[in-house]
């Protein structure tokens, strides 16, 4: 319905042929009408597929993110610290690239060499420096993360050893025997809640 006040046309609003009523600083007006600019350029196109491709593909990680980056904006947030790095290619075929996903953030130290290698069945061995940066602590608590982009699902292993036992033996469920997974680890401060960032392990085949 338009509406719109005036001692010549009476009262009239919304679109009316070229012309829009609106109201403006407590003042009604009439402007022409512009259509929504949406022109898709290329440079547009290929943005809104990265993030279409982003958004998508960590869906199944919502909740993991969330936990990694200690909000519940998880996705959003990783944003901030992957989009640029974790789509390759060029449009339309962009790919994710899982090993540059950050999947935890904070100020708590992470660690700079860490190994992961698959054992027997379904158990794999993890191992890391357990050098104590500044502001790191031997009780730093370590977390894993593995997840199976075929059947998107998540195996989390929280607080699975602290940081100065440098090792540690995970059993991952036996379904996924032979499936190929993306892993990470990151630490936990028993005393504050806060996080470091991700290493990413390996991409593992069981």
Known sequence: M?????????????????????????????RIYSPPSDPK?????????????????????????????GCHTGIAESM?????????????????????????????PQTEVAHLVK??????????????FFGASAKDTVNFVFFNPTTQNTFLSTAA??????????????AWTGATLHCWMYFTSPLTANNSASTYLAKLTL
């Open 41 to 69: 350029t290329p440079k547009q196109l290929a943005q809104r597929a990265k993030f279409s491709l982003y958004t998508h593909t960590l869906r199944p990680l919502k909740t993991t993110l969330d936990q990694g980056y």
């Open 119 to 132: 054992k027997t069945g379904t158990i794999v061995s993890a191992d890391w420096d357990s050098t104590l």
């Open 2 to 30: 338009a509406k719109f006040e005036s001692s010549t046309f009476g009262r009239i609003s919304g679109r009316h042929g070229s012309a829009v009523a609106a109201k403006y600083n407590d003042k009604n007006i009439i």
């Open 161 to 174: 050893a602290i940081r100065s036992a440098a090792k540690v033996d995970i059993t991952l469920p036996a």
């Open 80 to 108: 901030k610290t992957s989009f640029n790095t974790c789509i390759a290619g060029s449009y339309p075929n962009f790919t994710f690239d899982f090993s540059k996903l950050r999947i935890s953030n904070g100020n708590l």
